[in-house]
Every structure is written in structure tokens, then in C-alpha cells.
């Protein structure tokens, strides 16, 4: 039976990949909960962090469960945090536009690819701002994921979708690249930074992420990724820490906890500018960066 009529349908394009995306949302909050501690994601199932009763199935529907129970645990007084339903909407979304953008030309390798991309940057920035570290398993791994999918779907690179084996090395190659090419450079900012600062800038969880980054969108995406990241981490930030320092007033504690030079997690905003350049504004910046090269080479033809 051919199915190629649902995801034609936008309205049912799009709600196939909510549903979708929130239920794999409801695995990431697994993940983000297990995974740091050294946790199976598999067994126990899931279980009240206060009573230890166990969930059952009706009480753990993404989104509706949360919204029913109103954030509180039925089984007791427990308040079960926002990130859950944060994280399951926010991957329900970006899931349902993922499907509204790549499921209507034939572009299902490009879906699947960006699924693949997406879940990873979702779960390393939900990990990252519960625990201020990214898994090794989601950076490096994600690395290696992102490498070899560019040798067999090049295509992830802008090249054919029935690829000759010149171009699937070309994926590789340009993957490689990539990786090489944003990590290298977020170390040296990061190395610079601590020489003026007299102190670690970056953690090395956010150099090996970008690494993945660069193996997914190559070096145009991983710089787009860092200079947009620390942009956008600025614009977010810095209204937060001051609304923090006058809502403290005099405690000289809590103003030093929440005081200049307060370490943030960085990977949600390297992965958040990385989906936008992934789904949205690749073809824009690769289009600039073109500009660029083709600039630098008419000043300094002889390099």
C-alpha cells in the first residue's frame, strides 16, 4: 500500500511529524535524565524520582500527560519540571516542520538525515543545561554519525541524491573537513580566550560538538554555528543575568551566583544556530560565504 499521500497532505505532514517528534522528545527527557548518571534508558521503566511508584502508560503520554496532571505527580506531591513538556513541544515542532519542508518533493533521504541531526542537537542541548556536560556518546559519536552518512548520502552535502562514488567521497572529504575545520577553530578561540581570561572559556564538550556540527553541515555550518551561537547566547543571556542581580538586590550570595563570569552551558546555543543554519538558512550563508572566498581571492590572487 502506497502511504506517499499522507505526507503529501500538508495538515497531515505536519501532524505526523509533531506526533512524532513529541514522542521521541518524551525518549530525550529518558536520555537527559539516565544517561549523565550512567543509567540504562531501557530498564527500570520509568518511576516517580519522589516515591519510586511506577508511571504507567496513560500518565506518560507526551504533552497531554503533562498537561492534564497540571506539572504534579499523581502518585504524590512531586512537581515534575517544565523541561518535559518543553522539550517534548519543542521537538514536536521542530519535527513537524522538518516534515512540512522535506516530505513533499521526495526529499525522504534529507528527512530522515535531518531527524537524525535534529535529535542530536535536541539531546545534547537539553543534557548540557540540566547537567553543564555533553556525552562523549552524542559529540564524538555524533561525529562518527555524521561522517558516515555523508559517504553514503552525499546528498546531506548538496550532492545527488543517486550519487556517483566520486561524489560520495566528496561527502566524506567535505564532512571531514567540516569536523576538522570548527572544532580547530572553536579550540583556538576558546585557548585565546583563556589566556585573557585566566580561566577555561570553553569546556571541551562544546569543541567536540562542534566538531559533529561541521561533520553534518561542513566548516560553513560549524562557523555559522560558533559566531551565531555566541550571538545568540549574548542576546539571551545577558537580559537574564541582569534581571537575576536586581531581583537579588543586596544578597551578596545570590549575586555571586548569579555574577559576571557565571558559567553557561553553550552547547544548547551552538546546537540551536546550527538546526536554524541546517533547516532554514543554509543555502543564504553557504551563498555568503561564497562572497567571501570569491573577494579574498580577487584581493590576494597570488595566494
Known sequence: ????????????????????????????NVCATRIPYGLSIIRPPSSCPSCKNKILWFQNIPIVSWLLLRGKASC?????????LFTELGSGVIFAYLFYKFSFDGDLPILFLSMIFASIMIIVSVIDLETMLIPDRFSIGGSFVGLSLSLFFPVLHGFSLNPLQSEMIAGLWTS???????????????????????KEALGQGDIKLLGCIGAFCGWQGGVFSIFGGAILGTVLMIPVLVAQKIRCGKDQQENEKFGWGVEIPFGPFLAMTALLYFIVLKERVDVWFEQVEGNFVYLFPRL
Open 1 to 28: 500500500m502506497n502511504f506517499d499521500f499522507l505526507l503529501e497532505n500538508p495538515i497531515i505532514s505536519i501532524s505526523l511529524g509533531f506526533i512524532l517528534g513529541s514522542i521521541v522528545g518524551s525518549f530525550f
Open 76 to 84: 504524590c506531591d512531586y512537581k515534575i519540571p517544565r523541561r518535559y
Open 176 to 198: 571531514f573537513l567540516g569536523l576538522i575545520i570548527s572544532s580547530a577553530l572553536l579550540f583556538w578561540i576558546g585557548s585565546i580566550a583563556e589566556t585573557f581570561l585566566k
